[in-house]
């Protein structure tokens, strides 16, 4: 039986690949999964439980959430990465650390294939096949689901048959849980006019009153949140736990996908929202107008080369080092205030504060310049305009 290592969440997709592989292709199937944050050590023992029911050979979980924080994550809040304003790109930015780690795993027992369950349709086939390609050109990939086409009624036919057990009617929902938010993908998604019904989203609302939360930050990096110092990850998860029962950071993204079709997936993202929208008002009083202007549309870059699954091109490490030096005075704390399905900033204090009285007060008086000084200024600044209007005679 030749080795085959597969991409397995326990889901329905990677549960059809299990038992099809295995059964009808007669694989050695070494199921992995690449803990990026989301999952309990209960749920990754029910994880594994599964995986050899349905009839793989092995499991192995590996825990990845601080490679997950440092090559990825922590970029994404430098840059204030939202895709299409709108989305903290969880599940995109997640599948990057979980191809490399996948096929390394895959080269380390020697397997000469590795599988997943991506459809022919998604973006995920894309960003898992160019890390493998170019890490591994050697192993060969196999996708039933993409190959054989396959609706998600056909996969549970399909297992129903083969007499494996799953909560079928969760199975409805493609759920991806992270560090950086969760992605939620139904039959409400395939459309461009029906909303997820709350009881598909993990968090539901248990919380009606308002909560005071500040969070910490060093050099752009999240370090204490209400005043208790903890790693990023940890801060982040701790986070998540507060503004979670609020329903904070629901919605549903619509962008463009790499194969050049419309994409709609529902999210959750309460951390990441907060986080970033946190990070980037503090960038606003710490950061120069220029440095702001050349990072929004650098960081833009940075998160559609990581959705496309260019994470490998070094350009990637050229955009990160620009990002990493951006944060130098990136310190302060943030307050913010939660609310059911909603949160607000309420502002900063910090050292590298530009806002700095000693040299006005926007509005209201100037203490570092003169009255002259201004209306020079103004005239000089008007010249070009001037000029053009003159020679061409436009208002």
Known sequence: MEKLVLAYSGGLDTSYCAKYLSKEKGFEVHAISINTGGFSQAEIDEIESKALKIGAKTYKNIQAKDI?????????????????????????????????????????????YVAHGSTGAGN????????????????????????KKLSRQ??????????????????????????????????????????????????????????????????????AVNGKPASPVENIEYLQSLAAPYGIGRDIHVGDTIIGIKGRVGFEAAAPLIIIKAHHLLEKHTLTKWQQQHKDYLSSWYGMHLHEGLYLDPVMRNMEAFLADSQKNVTGEVFVTLNPYRFTLEGIQSKHDLMNASFGAYGEMNKGWTADDAKGFIKLMGNQNKIYTHVNGES
Do not use: C
């Open 124 to 147: 995920d086939q894309v960003r898992f096949d160019m890390i493998f390609q170019t890490l591994a050109p050697e192993i060969e990939i196999i996708t039933p689901i993409r190959d």
């Open 154 to 223: 056909e996969e549970i036919e399909y297992l129903k048959a083969n007499d494996v057990d799953m909560n079928w009617e969760k199975a409805q929902y493609s759920v991806n849980k992270g560090l950086w938010g969760t992605s939620v993908g139904g039959s409400e998604t395939l459309t461009s006019h029906k909303g997820l019904p709350e009881s598909a989203y993990p968090s539901q609302v248990s919380k009606q009153e308002s909560e005071q939360v500040t969070l910490k930050f060093e050099k752009g990096e999240l370090v």
């Open 68 to 112: 997950f924080y440092n090559k990825v994550v922590k970029n994404l809040i430098f840059g204030n990465v939202l895709k299409n304003n709108t989305y903290p790109l969880s599940v995109s930015a997640e599948r990057i650390i979980q191809a490399v780690e996948i096929i390394n795993y895959a080269k380390s027992i020697g397997a000469k």
